[in-house]
Structures are given as C-alpha cells and as structure tokens.
Nanobody, 128 residues
Framework: QVQLVESGGGSVQAGGSLRLSCAAS????????MGWFRQAPGKEREFVAA????????VYSDSVKGRFTISRDNAENTMYLQMTSLKTEDTAVYFC?????????????????????WGQGTQVTVSS
C-alpha cells in the first residue's frame, strides 16, 4: 500500500524560498502522476501543481506559475516542490497526492478527485 510523507515545510519571510519533498513507499512510484495541493484556514483545498509519471509533463495553477517548480526523482521515490518568491497568500498546509488509478497517463490531473492517496500535509507559513 502506497504511503506518502511530506517534509520541508516551515516559516519563511515573503520573498523567500522553501523546498517541499514527498516520499512515497512501494515499488510503483514511477507509474503514476503526483500532485501538490494546499489548504488555507477556512478555504477549500486547491490545486498547486502536478507532474506525470515520467516527469515529462507538468501543470501549474495560475497563482504559482513562474514561482514554483514541481519535479520528481523516480529512482528515489520522491517528488519535490521548489517554491520561490513566496507570498503571504501562499500560507497553507501543503499536501502531496498520488493518482494511483491511472498508470502511465500522459497528462497529470489537476482536480482533487483525480487523486486517491494523500499525505498528512506540511505547514508553510509566509510572513510579511
């Protein structure tokens, strides 16, 4: 059974950078798409970025495009989210998610419904 564990969250000032990691268990990591979502207090969970099984296709929300970079290392069963030029509105709990239902899909999904397995989340706080 695939388990996901996020790390790398923390507190940073506006304009700073953080890199989140998501480590996956199991031997099928390289077969499925992965995504990052976030949820701020009182708000719904929103899409941040996603990457297909090979890393050859990525998609970003408009709010993070040009500032965040998603990547994966299939040899290490790990996905990353490099966040730069952070803004106070990026403050949220960040979740990684795995789309276990579609192996080798060319395009990663951008909806929470696409993802059947979630990590526990890691807090990112950006102060002004």
């Amino acid at each position: 059974q695939v388990q996901l564990v996020e790390s790398g969250g923390g507190s940073v000032q506006a304009g700073g950078s953080l890199r989140l990691s998501c480590a996956a268990s199991g031997r099928t990591f390289s077969r499925y798409a992965m995504g990052w979502f976030r949820q701020a207090p009182g708000k719904e969970r929103e899409f941040v970025a996603a990457i297909n099984w090979s890393g050859g296709s990525t998609v970003y929300s408009d709010s993070v495009k040009g500032r965040f970079t998603i990547s994966r290392d299939n040899a290490e069963n790990t996905m990353y989210l490099q966040m730069t030029s952070l803004k106070t509105e990026d403050t949220a709990v960040y979740f990684c998610a795995a789309d276990l239902g579609r192996w080798y899909a060319d395009q990663p999904g951008a909806r929470p419904q696409n993802y059947g397995r979630w990590g526990q989340g890691t807090q990112v706080t950006v102060s002004s």
